[in-house]
C-alpha cells in the first residue's frame, strides 16, 4: 500500500470511528466500507513501475505510471514490471573453447524490459531465464571460438554475444543493452607457455630488428668508405673531428699513436706517398748500391 492510499484509508477510518462514537454506529459503516475499498482498490506505480493487470483471468491492461484505481475482487495485479536498466552476472567454468583449452569466463549482460505485457505473461520468471540463456550462450560461444581470439578480440566477442542473447529475450519483451566479459581465466601451465611463446616471438622480432639495423649501417659504411676512397682529405677531417670529441672530456689523458699524427698530416703524408711511389717505380736508382756503381 502506498503513502497516498494509506492516508487516504486513515482519514475515512478516522471519520468513521468518530461519527460511530459521538453520531450513530451505523452512519460510521459507510466509511468504514470506503476505506476498505479505497485500500484495495487505488494503486499507484512510480516513473519506472508498469502493473500488469487481469480482470477475471483476461488481460484488463497495463497500468503507470502514476495513480489509478481497480476493481476489487474482479481485478488482481499479477506482475509489477521495473522498466529500469538491470544487470546479470553470468559465468561458464571449464568450458573448453575450439582448440580444446579450458577457461573460466565471467560477464555481465545489462538489459531492460521493453514489453511489459510479455515479461509477465510470455515466461514464468524472465530473470531466471536471462541468467540461463546468457550461461548457455556463453558456453556456445566458447565452444565455437578459438582461445586466442577469445583473449584478444573482446570487443567483437562482446558484440556477438549481444546479438545472441537479444534474438533469444525479444520475444519476452526482454531488450539487451550490452553484454561485456569481464575476466577470462585459463590454466596456470598454459599461462607460463603461452609466457614463454610470446616471450621467443619478442625475441625473434629483436634479432630481425637488430638484423636490420645492422645490414643499414653496413651500407652506409660502405657508402662512407667509397666517399673516403676518393677524398683522402675528407678521411683526414674526419680523423681530426674524432680525436677533438674524444678531446672534450675534462680531466681526460689521451695517447694518440704517432702514425695517426702523422696521418693528420696532409705535406707530409704527400711526401711519403711520394717517395714510396718513386722506390716502387725505379727500385735500383733508390739502392745505394745502384748509386755507388
Known amino acids: 500500500m502506498n ?32 476505506a476498505l475499498v479505497t485500500a484495495f482498490s487505488l494503486k499507484m506505480a512510480n516513473v519506472w513501475e508498469k502493473f500488469v493487470i487481469l480482470r477475471m483471468g483476461k488481460l484488463q491492461s497495463v497500468k503507470g505510471p ?28 571449464q568450458a573448453l573453447t575450439k582448440d580444446t583449452v579450458p577457461v573460466n569466463v565471467d560477464a555481465i549482460i545489462f538489459w531492460h524490459v521493453l514489453d511489459s505485457e510479455k515479461a509477465a505473461l510470455a515466461i514464468t520468471n524472465y530473470r531466471e531465464a536471462i541468467d540461463r540463456v546468457a550461461q548457455t550462450t ?7 571460438s578459438m582461445l586466442a581470439s577469445l583473449l584478444s578480440d573482446r570487443k567483437a566477442t562482446d558484440e556477438q554475444l549481444k546479438d545472441e542473447i537479444g534474438k533469444k529475450t525479444a520475444p519476452w519483451g526482454i531488450s539487451v543493452g ?6 577470462v581465466a585459463i590454466p596456470v601451465a598454459l599461462q607460463d607457455a603461452m609466457s614463454r611463446q610470446a616471450q621467443a616471438e619478442r625475441e625473434k622480432q629483436a634479432r630481425v ?12 659504411f660502405v657508402e662512407a668508405a667509397d666517399i673516403y676512397a676518393g677524398h683522402p ?7 681530426m673531428n674524432i ?8 680531466g681526460a689523458t689521451i695517447l694518440i699513436p704517432s702514425a695517426m699524427v702523422d696521418s693528420l698530416n696532409p705535406s707530409v703524408t704527400s711526401l711519403a706517398l711520394a717517395l714510396a711511389t718513386k722506390e716502387v717505380a725505379d727500385p735500383d736508382a733508390a739502392s745505394p748500391q745502384a748509386a755507388a756503381a
Not at 80 to 93: G, K, L, P, S
Not at 209 to 220: M, P, Q, R, T, V
Request: net charge negative; proline share 2%.
Open 243 to 250: 680525436i677533438y670529441e674524444t678531446t672534450k672530456e675534462r
Open 66 to 93: 502514476g495513480m489509478f484505481a481497480i476493481i476489487p475482487v474482479f481485478d488482481s495485479v499479477v506482475a509489477v514490471i521495473d522498466e529500469r536498466i538491470q544487470t546479470t552476472a553470468f559465468n561458464a567454468e
Open 233 to 239: 682529405a675528407a678521411l683526414q677531417l674526419r680523423a
Open 138 to 144: 556463453l558456453r556456445e560461444m566458447i565452444g565455437s
Open 209 to 220: 630488428i637488430l638484423g636490420s639495423a645492422e645490414a643499414a649501417i653496413a651500407g652506409k
Open 178 to 183: 550490452s553484454v561485456e566479459i569481464r575476466d
Open 3 to 34: 503513502q497516498i492510499t494509506s492516508f487516504l484509508v486513515f482519514v475515512f477510518m478516522l471519520a468513521g470511528l468518530a461519527i460511530g462514537t459521538q453520531v450513530n454506529l451505523y452512519l460510521a459503516l459507510p466509511f468504514f466500507g470506503v
